[in-house]
Structure formats: C-alpha cells, structure tokens
C-alpha cells in the first residue's frame, strides 16, 4: 500500500483549519472512518477519501492565480494605437450612434431618405455597424457640414 505524501498531509491540515475543525473532532474521525490515531497513519488512497469527505463538508482549496502571460484581449493591457487582433470586430457605439443621427439631423438632404442614399452610396452599408464604419461617417458627415455651413476652417470641435 502506498503512504499518504506530504502534499496530502498539508491538504488535510488547511482543510482542518479551514473548516474550524478541533483537534478532538478531527482525532475522533480519523478513528471512526479509518482506524488511525493521526493523518500520517494513513494511506494515500485513505488520505485521498478523507479529503474528498472534508470537500462535502465545504473545504475549498484557494489557489493564488498568476497573471497570464498572454492575456486575452479584452482583459489585457492596451496602449492607444495599438492595432487589434484581426479577428476582433468592436461594434459602434451608442456616443458614435447619436453624433451620426446629430450630424445627419443638422445636413439639409436634397431627399426625405437624402442620408440613407447617402450612406448606400458612398460606404455600400444599409446602416453603421462597426466602430471603423461610425468613425468614418462621421468624418465624412463633418466634412459635408462643414462645406453646407461655409466653414473655412482645417478643424471642427468634437462633441
């Protein structure tokens, strides 16, 4: 029969204290489960059922995770302009959303769907979906407003 190892012994001693277990109590198991006066007396297939007995009982072993090496992307760490990976898409969002229903409000259309052609026309979309597509319209609806108001300037405020 192969003795318990001491990576047992250490798990049966946390599990003790964990579980506020008193040495009476803890003394009176090991003699009425497996006929033994202390945990080194025990076997490895012994001291494997003891613990899983004292897991029912709610020992939970708290393991200290490291920080992977290569974390996922949204969990990791980005600088500004750092490119994403190829396969991530980030959807528009809802700021992104109101300046282009702003932008299209201020713009006189030449048609009731005057935005809508627009769109289809020039970035061959029914409606924006990603964030590259948001950007893009808004800079271009920036630029139309830009011209309807006569503005001469390089740089229009964000916001």
């Not at 009476?24 to 003891?50: G, H, I, N, P, R």
């Not at 528009?92 to 935005?115: C, F, M, N, T």
């Not at 139309?144 to 001469?152: D, L, S």
Request: charged share 30%.
């Amino acid at each position: 029969m192969k003795p318990i190892n001491a990576t047992q012994i250490k798990l049966i001693h946390v599990a003790k204290s964990q579980l506020k277990i008193g040495d009476d109590t803890y003394k009176l198991m090991l003699k009425e489960w497996f006929k033994v006066e202390t945990s080194k007396a025990l076997t490895y297939d012994q001291a494997s059922t003891f613990i899983d007995e004292l897991k029912k009982l709610g020992f939970r072993l708290k393991t200290k995770r490291t920080q992977p090496e290569n974390p996922c992307w949204p969990c990791a760490p980005r600088t500004p302009g750092m490119p994403l990976p190829p396969n991530v898409v980030v959807l528009v969002s809802p700021g992104q959303l109101r300046k282009i229903e702003h932008l299209a409000a201020d713009i006189k259309w030449r048609h009731w769907d005057g935005y809508r052609r627009w769109l289809k026309k020039y970035f061959k979309v029914d409606q924006v979906r990603t964030s590259l597509e948001a950007s893009a319209v808004i800079e271009a609806l920036k630029d139309m407003w830009k011209r309807e108001k006569g503005c001469t300037c390089k740089k229009v405020k964000n916001g």
